[in-house]
Nanobody, 116 residues
Framework: QVQLVESGGGSVRPGGSLRLTCAASGDFFQRSTMAWYRQVPGDIREWVAFETAGGTTDVRDSVEDRFTISRDDAKQWVFLQMDRLKPEDTGRYYC??????????WGQGTQVTVAS
């Protein structure tokens, strides 16, 4: 059964850090490019970072040099290390396969709130 479970969110002050974890189940993980997405109410879900099965990573410009994506293929986990957080990083974070046609059912996500 395919399942994506995100955790690690919370409320932090600007400049703080969080580490998000996505636990995936299913036989798709090792061959897939995995990504983290962010959504705020009333807006579309946008990708934040991805890592290919071969280890190539990319992050969107707004989080460059602050966010780092990594994965543990043996455990089927994807991580998002978030440093120097800003209020505009606030949102609900989800993980999924990056390729639109291969996307799985979305999990519940994990809320990140950055505020003074």
């Amino acid at each position: 059964q395919v399942q994506l479970v995100e955790s690690g969110g919370g409320s932090v002050r600007p400049g703080g850090s969080l580490r998000l974890t996505c636990a995936a189940s299913g036989d798709f993980f090792q061959r897939s490019t995995m990504a983290w997405y962010r959504q705020v109410p009333g807006d579309i879900r946008e990708w934040v970072a991805f890592e290919t099965a071969g280890g190539t990573t990319d992050v969107r410009d707004s989080v460059e040099d602050r966010f780092t994506i990594s994965r543990d293929d043996a455990k089927q986990w994807v991580f998002l290390q978030m440093d120097r957080l800003k209020p505009e990083d606030t949102g609900r974070y989800y993980c999924n396969v990056f390729t639109a046609g291969d996307a799985k059912s979305w999990g519940q996500g994990t809320q990140v709130t950055v505020a003074s």
